[in-house]
């Protein structure tokens, strides 16, 4: 039987980059997850007889949170639920389920790479059919629903059992469970080739993968240890927690301070990666070298034929604003089609759909192909193995005859998090007000060309998005990049991009730290950030 709950508004539900993301403890009062989620399946189109996929991370408050999604699914006319086992399913893997079983879309609970546990975080995304993120009309229409919403519907049924893959009827619903790792699996072994890296791992090619206690850990260990025959301990931190283990489930130099040590040391494996909370960042790093996101991006873009996936070329390449350009040398040397996108990975899904483009990414570590809607953590690691089993080179080598071919651009991301939101806020509103008297200006030995602040005008519809951030670029062709983040789910954090171009021939093998020096000055004169924020020091650089 069909209940209805009276509810009043909350005035802080709109979703950000990557959904709604709140403390658990937030979350957690009365009405507000379901708030929200009814306020996403009133304005869903299409979704009476239609199937809706329903997954997540597995952090703290996911099986409350799924438990009443399925009933309320039930209430509100979809005819089925898939859902993982255990309520688990990666956000790489929830957008192949859509696609793959024809899908109107689902709810993603996750958080990302921000940490679990009860007094942590917690998050809520709808994507769509194509499996990707909610566009930002889907995003405005929600939240303008969670400003007037008034109630929720809910099947009266208790809890279903996720542990068990089968089906069970929740009212008239069908809610099938099924297994979160096969169908994934499945999709990977169908796009590289398995046999040069099972080669490849018999003949000595050794590997260490942190799943960081967190989703992946599943996924790796069938496709890494059972499917391609990696010893079994390759993947560590394999077993999915609440909490994540207490750690903070963030693939980047600090958080994965471990797994890099042991990649500088003279134990190392050949090749070390790691994914993050809900699956789709990933970690690069060589025996004795670090492989930034924007390099791996550039990388995998010169090698992806190498891949059964994508030997017939790659149709477009497209990366974030903030991500550095070496992924556009590529492309030009290449003669691909190059596109600079705002922030969040639906402007990408808009040119997968259109064809345009078939490898994206982002400095944040997220990368990921034509063959979901989401970037893909697993996938990116895959790459790599397939091309250290083709090329039977190491990643040093890879890395290094990289930048001898194309030029190394030196990059490095400075974090403020944390911060008092007015206090960002009047960091960036400071900075765009001085935009127009910046040209000409001169910090150290860097002359100020140019500055905007970014406007992306879509090729594929021609939607234009403002605002996107502040760009300052330099006549010696260094740039710098300021924005806020929306992922965070407490205060803001404020994000400096630094990037400079070396070509070949230059000198490729520089601290990255030593190389950006006067960029980074530079900031601090224009920025004003210590100044505004008391903040002496990025609390994260990567």
Same mark, same amino acid.
């Given at each position: 039987?069909?209940?209805?709950?009276?509810?009043? !508004? %909350?005035?802080?539900?709109?979703?950000?980059?990557?959904?709604?993301?709140?403390?658990?403890?937030?979350?957690?009062?009365?009405?507000?997850?379901?708030?929200?989620?009814?306020?996403?399946?009133?304005?869903?189109?299409?979704?009476?007889?239609?199937? /809706?996929?329903?997954?997540?991370?597995?952090?703290?408050?996911?099986?409350?949170? *799924?438990?009443?999604? *399925?009933?309320?699914?039930?209430?509100?006319? %979809?005819?089925?639920?898939?859902?993982?086992?255990?309520?688990?399913?990666?956000? $790489?893997?929830?957008?192949?389920? *859509?696609?793959?079983?024809?899908?109107?879309?689902?709810?993603?609970?996750?958080?990302?790479?921000?940490p679990g546990g009860p007094d942590e975080d917690f998050g809520i995304k709808y994507n769509i059919a194509n499996g990707g993120p909610a566009p930002e009309k889907v995003t405005e229409a929600i939240h303008a629903r969670t400003l007037t919403i008034n109630r929720w519907l809910a099947e009266d049924s208790n809890d279903i059992n996720l542990d068990v893959i089968g089906n069970v009827m929740v009212g008239t619903m069908l809610v099938e469970v099924i297994d979160p790792v096969s169908d994934y699996a499945d999709l990977m072994e169908s796009l590289f080739d398995f046999d040069a890296i099972r080669a490849a791992a018999r003949g000595g090619l050794s590997l260490t993968f942190d799943a960081m206690s967190a989703i992946t850990g599943p996924y790796a260990t069938e496709i890494l240890e059972r499917r391609l025959g990696f010893a079994s301990g390759t993947v560590r931190n394999g077993t999915p927690l609440e909490d %994540?283990?207490?750690?903070?489930?963030?693939?980047? /130099?600090?958080?994965?301070?471990?797994?890099?040590? /042991?990649?500088?040391?003279?134990?190392? $494996?050949?090749?070390?990666?790691?994914?993050?909370?809900?699956?789709?960042?990933?970690?690069?790093?060589?025996?004795?070298?670090?492989?930034?996101?924007?390099?791996?991006?550039?990388?995998?873009?010169?090698?992806?034929?190498?891949? !059964?996936?994508?030997?017939?070329?790659?149709?477009?390449?497209?990366?974030?604003?903030?991500?550095?350009?070496?992924?556009?040398?590529?492309?030009?040397v290449r003669g691909l089609p190059c596109f600079e996108t705002p922030t969040g990975w639906k402007f990408f899904g808009e040119l997968l759909d259109a064809g345009v483009a078939s490898l994206c990414g982002e400095e944040s570590a997220g990368t990921g192909s034509d063959h979901v809607r989401e970037k893909d953590g697993l996938w990116a690691v895959l790459l790599w193995l397939n091309i250290l089993g083709v090329r039977k080179q190491s990643v040093d080598a890879i890395t290094r005859e990289h930048w001898d071919t194309f030029g190394r651009n030196y990059y490095a991301r400075h974090d403020y998090e944390g911060l008092p939101t007015d206090v960002a806020g009047q960091v960036i509103d400071e900075l765009r007000a001085s935009l127009p008297s910046l040209a000409g200006q001169k910090h150290g030995p860097l002359t100020v060309a140019g500055a905007d602040d970014f406007t992306y005008a879509s090729p594929v519809d021609g939607a234009i998005s403002t605002n996107q951030g502040i760009r300052i670029g330099f006549g010696c062709g260094s740039r710098i990049v300021l924005r806020l983040s929306g992922t965070g789910t407490e205060g803001a954090t404020l994000r400096v991009y630094l990037e400079r171009y070396e070509p070949p021939g230059g000198n490729l093998d520089q601290d990255v730290h030593l190389a950006l020096g006067h960029l980074v000055a530079a900031t601090e004169s224009i920025a004003r950030i210590a100044r505004l924020t008391g903040r002496v020091a990025p609390d994260v650089v990567t």
């Open positions: 039987m069909i209940q209805t709950h009276i509810s009043t !508004p %909350f005035t802080d539900q709109k979703p950000g980059t990557s959904g709604l993301r709140k403390k658990v403890r937030h979350f957690a009062q009365a009405d507000y997850a379901e708030n929200f989620i009814q306020s996403v399946f009133d304005v869903i189109e299409g979704k009476d007889g239609a199937s /809706l996929v329903i997954g997540g991370d597995g952090r703290y408050h996911n099986r409350t949170v *799924i438990q009443q999604a *399925i009933r309320m699914a039930a209430a509100n006319g %979809f005819a089925r639920v898939i859902v993982g086992r255990g309520g688990l399913l990666s956000t $790489p893997a929830a957008s192949h389920i *859509i696609r793959h079983y024809g899908a109107i879309g689902g709810l993603i609970l996750s958080a990302s790479h921000n %994540f283990g207490g750690h903070h489930p963030d693939p980047n /130099l600090v958080h994965a301070r471990e797994l890099y040590e /042991l990649m500088m040391s003279d134990n190392a $494996p050949d090749i070390g990666a790691a994914s993050d909370g809900d699956g789709d960042r990933n970690l690069i790093i060589g025996r004795g070298r670090f492989v930034s996101p924007s390099d791996s991006l550039a990388i995998l873009a010169a090698n992806a034929h190498l891949a !059964p996936g994508y030997a017939g070329g790659l149709k477009g390449v497209a990366r974030s604003m903030p991500t550095s350009a070496a992924i556009d040398r590529v492309a030009a």
